[in-house]
């Protein structure tokens, strides 16, 4: 069964500052990854996607990385607003069911004045 | 397309009593999940559709959990004699095959009393 699990759990960090989120996961045979946000109360939304053969994804201040043969994958953040205060999720897609999605249990970001 | 529409967004419910809960999604997606999340802890899986057939249902999904998803399009969750452990965010997702486009509705969050 797959595991995942995001160190730390919270963090908070003063604005400017470049910080890094981490997500494990205990099978590799996995289709994809993926990074999402979610507000307080809200919905998620999807902030970048990794398909299993890549490496990582930059999106603006966003860049993840895979490295499947060790089940990790990193979330940088580079130049941190207090904007980006939000839980930060991480999920993967298994390659047997190339559906569902399961989740680790996130890292709290905020990011202060 | 506005996106993954979920309604309603918060209820209210007394135990024992059935509810039933609405999602849209994107038109051109043929997948559609139901996940349900629980306070600090990122979201599960509980069934899923392609199509109009439902594919795959969780363990978390009792005798007392239904999905329909008529004709394709938008799918109800409905639960019979609620329970307080029912308490619980309740998000809806579509996506192409392959977990593509992956997008989220806002939630429905039920609250048992």
């Known amino acids: 069964k797959q595991e995942v699990t995001q160190i730390p759990a919270a963090l908070s960090v003063p604005e400017g500052e470049n910080l890094v989120l981490n997500c494990s996961f205990t099978d590799s045979a996995i289709y994809n990854l993926q990074w999402f946000r979610q507000d307080p109360g809200k919905g998620l939304t999807s902030l970048l996607l990794?398909?299993?053969?890549?490496r990582e994804q930059t999106s603006g201040r966003l860049n993840a990385s895979l490295d499947k043969s060790s089940g990790r994958s990193t979330l940088y953040i580079a130049a941190s607003q207090p904007g980006d205060s939000a839980t930060y999720l991480c999920?993967?897609?298994?390659?047997?069911?190339?559906?569902?999605?399961?989740f680790g249990t996130g890292t709290r970001l905020q990011v202060t004045l | 397309d506005t996106g993954v529409s979920q309604n309603p967004r918060h209820k209210i419910t007394k135990r024992g009593q059935n509810v039933t809960f609405r999602c849209d999604p994107i038109s051109e997606h043929n997948r559609l999940y139901w996940y349900r999340q629980t306070l600090g802890q990122g979201p599960e899986f509980l069934t899923y559709f392609q199509n109009e057939a439902q594919l795959e249902k969780s363990r978390l999904l009792s005798d007392r959990f239904s999905a329909e998803r008529p004709k394709g399009s938008f799918s109800t969750l409905e639960i019979q004699r609620t329970e307080q452990g029912d308490s619980a965010m309740y998000l809806c997702?579509?996506?192409?095959?392959?977990?593509?486009?992956?997008?989220f509705g806002s939630g429905t969050r039920l609250t048992v009393v």
């Open positions: 997702a579509s996506s192409l095959t392959g977990g593509y486009g992956y997008t």
């Open positions: 990794i398909q299993s053969s890549q």
């Open positions: 999920a993967v897609i298994d390659t047997g069911t190339a559906s569902k999605l399961t």
